[in-house]
DNA sequence: TTGTATGCGTTATCAT
DNA sequence: ATGATAACGCATACAA
């Protein structure tokens, strides 16, 4: 509402002495200094930002992207915390979160979007929407606008990811399997094209193999993260395969479901059969039985995300590297010895 | 990067022209219309929404306001839902969410913060934040800046508040216990000073009157939303008044604490004692026993709020009104007949 | 139908 | 130490 304009005419001074003034710079006589400030806070005068930006081509804003589609927006159980985390950080660097929602434009990209807004930077936080849009992230990576993906590979002048440790993630899970004596150990994994899930699928395989017990694709499912594909998919496992011991499940939300549907089927979580989550939701140790689950440690996620975003604006120089953070095994109640 | 000035020299036109095309004005000969799009197009253009906004005065953004505290931001298990659905509604009217997270601004208040950034409209989600911030409020229902409050009782003239039926639910959740047969019927509250919490312990007191049992205040324990407090609260009240069969708890979280103390102190829920909570969060389905509670509509909240926001937005001769929406009683296992 | 000129609120450059 | 003035990218009133 009041401008720098109305403190300059109220203070009998030029625009350039108040701007001056309220910016702190030094070469501003201390008596016209006190008589600017008394004036700005007597009209409780505060920068229009916008304007601000305008010149500056700086907003101060960190643009968020995350998915439409059920669970992976806001619903998605990792949202929460690693926003909650990216939000710690920038906000305490001084940047404000403005988070994508307008609908009203078609023809635009992720790229364009945040050129529109003349954001700082952005977080992409898509978990799940595998690669539909790949031509937009090359666009956005070769951009040149600073910008971190969670779990998705990424990789350009400004431009990388933070992940969890899948693979090794996933090998301690199945090493936890494999020392309580389980061999049939079956996999339902998530969307087959993200590297995500192809590693969690890869770090199965392997240990199938290095404990001896040998790959056999008749014992995984892969689909998408959904409640619905894991509910068929232990249905059909259990049917071809009715000598299963264990479910390696590739995220925790899927895992309760194989839990529900197994329950459904007559057997006893975990003394009939084993299941073993990723992820480490809320509900995960909730659920009945409460599940074992490998640990994705979302906080340090989306602090480590927002520390090299911040570095990336800030730095001109700096070389992004992707980041792989540990995860691990959190053992509750969903797994025993097969019997 | 690329701006109308741009356009304007290679179409061989002025950047009114180019400005007239772009924002579909009739009055452009369809010839250069048709040239200044074309390369428009082609130069990838997309305009700056900074400039935009300098000019309209009209920035296509709704700010968002959350508490810090624990369990009270983005960690509170409404805040999801809400702003879901927030952001669906608003999304679909043409503008962004910007959340404030900017911590380098000390003299800041909310209406400073939003003139600064100068958002179209505000939604504030500071549930438990309670009045601390009294000043701020009011500065804010003043101010003349189109705001939606959620269960915080702003009144102005471009600002209301949605909010949940507490009342009406919360003599649900009595009305079961009684209906059921408890009689020694214990109440946990939250925050005394915000209306939510007060308008649950009212329900319990003329509940407690109306069932013919009787108001009686050591039967009731007031604090503020948190895990300690229902811990400290189950034990001080089971202590007092060991005769106590059934807590209503005035929120859920509390609610499962409760249960998990009751526990610790070798009571059976529901057999030796029933509880009730209050919002239906995800883990009130999940805990064990799961939580009869009553159930807060938080998609329709964060909808109703938006919509409200939106008409506050757009037409001048609206007069904002509160809005309350209805609560159900979800009955699951945490509650039975008293011994 | 199109161009010129002005202004939005600020910073920044250049004089003075 | 301070004031004019240009510039940021765009929309718009007014002229032509």
């Known amino acids: 509402m009041t401008s720098i304009k109305d403190i300059a005419r109220l203070a009998g001074v030029s625009i350039s002495t108040v701007s001056r003034t309220l910016n702190n710079y030094s070469d501003v006589k201390p008596e016209t200094k006190e008589k600017v400030i008394k004036i700005a806070e007597e009209l409780n005068y505060f920068p229009n930002a ?5 010149v500056q081509k700086k907003t101060h804003t960190i643009g968020v992207f995350f998915g439409n589609n059920m669970n992976l927006g806001f619903d998605h159980p990792f949202f929460l915390d690693i926003i909650s985390a990216v939000r710690e950080v920038v906000g305490n660097a001084g940047y404000d979160l403005i988070i994508f929602t307008n609908k009203n434009k078609e023809r635009a990209t992720y790229t364009t979007l945040c ?15 595998g690669k539909k849009k790949n031509e937009q992230f090359i666009e956005l990576q070769e951009s040149g606008i600073p910008c971190i993906a969670i779990d998705l590979p990424l990789k350009g002048d400004k431009c990388t990811y933070v992940e969890s440790d899948n693979y090794f993630g996933s090998k301690l899970a199945m090493e936890h399997l494999a020392n309580l004596g389980h061999q049939v150990i079956a996999f339902i994994g998530g969307d087959e094209i993200s590297k995500t899930s192809y590693d969690r699928l890869r770090a199965y395989q392997d240990s199938m193999m290095e404990y001896g017990i040998g790959y056999n694709p008749n014992l995984v499912y892969l689909g998408y993260f959904s409640k619905g594909i894991a509910q068929k998919a232990t249905k059909e496992l259990m049917r071809q395969r009715p000598d299963i011991t264990a479910f390696f499940v590739a995220s925790d939300e899927m895992a309760i479901t194989v839990i529900e ?7 006893n979580v975990p003394n009939d059969v084993s299941v073993v989550g990723f992820d480490d939701i809320r509900e995960a140790s909730f659920c009945t039985p409460p599940l074992t689950t490998v640990k994705q440690n979302k906080h340090d996620i989306g602090s480590e995300a927002a520390k090299m975003l911040l570095e990336i604006i800030e730095k001109s120089d700096i070389k992004p590297k992707p980041k792989t953070l540990d995860c691990d095994l959190v053992i509750r109640d969903s797994t025993a010895p097969p019997k």
Do not use: M, N, P
Not at 50 to 54: G, P, R
Not at 117 to 126: F, H, K, N
């Open 115 to 129: 050129r529109e807004r003349s954001v700082d930077g952005v977080v992409l936080l898509l978990t799940g929407e």
């Open 261 to 267: 549907t197994l329950k459904a089927l007559g057997k």
């Open 50 to 54: 916008v304007a601000k930006s305008l």
